[in-house]
C-alpha cells in the first residue's frame, strides 16, 4: 500500500514526499532539483495525443496548444541519475511564459500525469463541499497528506466554508492549481495549498488562515 511506503515531512504543516536511497520507499517532491521551463532550454516534452498515446518532441513549440496545460518536462541536463521520474515527475503549463520568460510546473506522481493525461474529458471530482454557505476557502490535498488531514479537521472544526479537492485524484483541480500558483508566482510543488478568498497559502498555518479570513486571533 502506499500509504505504508510514504515517510512524510512536515514543515509550516506541509506535506511532501521524501526522496530515500533505499529501495521500496517513494520520493519526495522537494528532493527533486528544481528546474527552470523555458522554450530555449534542453529538455523534452511529453504530451497525450487524443488517442491515449503519448508523443515526446524536443521543441515547445511542436507541443500542439491544446495540449500545452499539462505536458510532463525532462530536463536533459540533469543526469539521469538525478531525475527519478520513475516515480516523479515535472509537469508544465506551457500556455503563458511567467515575467521571467519561464513557465510554471508542479511536481507530480509519474502515475498521476499519466492517467490525467489520458483522461482529460474525465475530471475524476472529488471536491468535498463543506456546509454553511457558499465556501471562503479551496483546500488542495491530496489522499496521503496529514497536514491537508489538519487543514481539513481544522476547517470543518471551526464551521469554516471549504471545498476540497485532490490534485491526485482530479486533473482538473491540479491543473486549476497550477493556473493559480502561475499567477501567484509561487511554486506548488507540495500540498496542502489552500485559497482563501483569492489568496493562496502553502503549506497550513492556522493563524496565516484567520488574518486571511478577516478573524485574526
Given at each position: 500500500?502506499?500509504?505504508?511506503?510514504?515517510?512524510?515531512?512536515?514543515?509550516?504543516?506541509?506535506?511532501?514526499?521524501?526522496?530515500?536511497?533505499?529501495?521500496?520507499?517513494?520520493?519526495?517532491?522537494?528532493?527533486?532539483?528544481?528546474?527552470?521551463?523555458?522554450?530555449?532550454?534542453?529538455?523534452?516534452?511529453?504530451?497525450?495525443?487524443?488517442?491515449?498515446?503519448?508523443?515526446?518532441?524536443?521543441?515547445?513549440?511542436?507541443?500542439?496548444?491544446e495540449r500545452?496545460?499539462?505536458?510532463?518536462?525532462?530536463?536533459?541536463?540533469?543526469?539521469?541519475?538525478?531525475?527519478?521520474?520513475?516515480?516523479?515527475?515535472?509537469?508544465?503549463?506551457?500556455?503563458?511564459?511567467?515575467?521571467?520568460?519561464?513557465?510554471?510546473?508542479?511536481?507530480?506522481?509519474?502515475?498521476?500525469?499519466?492517467?490525467?493525461?489520458?483522461?482529460?474529458a474525465h475530471?475524476?471530482?472529488?471536491?468535498?463541499?463543506?456546509?454553511?454557505?457558499?465556501?471562503?476557502?479551496?483546500?488542495?490535498?491530496?489522499?496521503?497528506?496529514?497536514?491537508?488531514?489538519?487543514?481539513?479537521?481544522?476547517?470543518?472544526?471551526?464551521?469554516?466554508?471549504?471545498?476540497?479537492?485532490?490534485?491526485?485524484?482530479?486533473?482538473?483541480?491540479?491543473?486549476?492549481?497550477?493556473?493559480?500558483?502561475?499567477a501567484a508566482?509561487?511554486?506548488?510543488?507540495?500540498?496542502?495549498?489552500?485559497?482563501?478568498?483569492?489568496?493562496?497559502?502553502?503549506?497550513?498555518?492556522?493563524?496565516?488562515?484567520?488574518?486571511?479570513?478577516?478573524?485574526?486571533?
Amino acid at each position: 500500500m502506499r500509504a505504508s511506503l510514504l515517510v512524510i515531512t512536515i514543515t509550516l504543516l506541509a506535506c511532501h514526499r521524501e526522496s530515500p536511497p533505499a529501495p521500496g520507499q517513494e520520493i519526495q517532491a522537494s528532493s527533486l532539483p528544481r528546474i527552470k521551463v523555458t522554450g530555449v532550454a534542453k529538455m523534452l516534452f511529453t504530451f497525450a495525443r487524443p488517442d491515449g498515446s503519448f508523443e515526446t518532441v524536443e521543441q515547445m513549440d511542436k507541443v500542439p496548444q491544446e495540449r500545452r496545460g499539462w505536458v510532463r518536462v525532462v530536463d536533459l541536463r540533469i543526469k539521469p541519475s538525478r531525475r527519478m521520474d520513475h516515480e516523479l515527475v515535472y509537469v508544465a503549463d506551457l500556455r503563458e511564459k511567467r515575467k521571467d520568460s519561464t513557465y510554471p510546473y508542479v511536481v507530480l506522481p509519474r502515475t498521476t500525469f499519466e492517467s490525467a493525461a489520458v483522461n482529460r474529458a474525465h475530471s475524476g471530482a472529488t471536491s468535498r463541499p463543506a456546509a454553511g454557505g457558499s465556501a471562503a476557502v479551496v483546500l488542495y490535498s491530496t489522499s496521503w497528506c496529514p497536514a491537508c488531514r489538519t487543514a481539513r479537521d481544522y476547517l470543518t472544526k471551526h464551521r469554516i466554508p471549504f471545498v476540497e479537492k485532490d490534485i491526485e485524484q482530479d486533473r482538473e483541480a491540479a491543473a486549476e492549481l497550477l493556473q493559480k500558483a502561475r499567477a501567484a508566482g509561487i511554486s506548488a510543488s507540495g500540498v496542502p495549498v489552500l485559497e482563501v478568498r483569492g489568496t493562496l497559502m502553502q503549506g497550513f498555518d492556522p493563524r496565516k488562515l484567520n488574518t486571511l479570513l478577516g478573524d485574526a486571533k
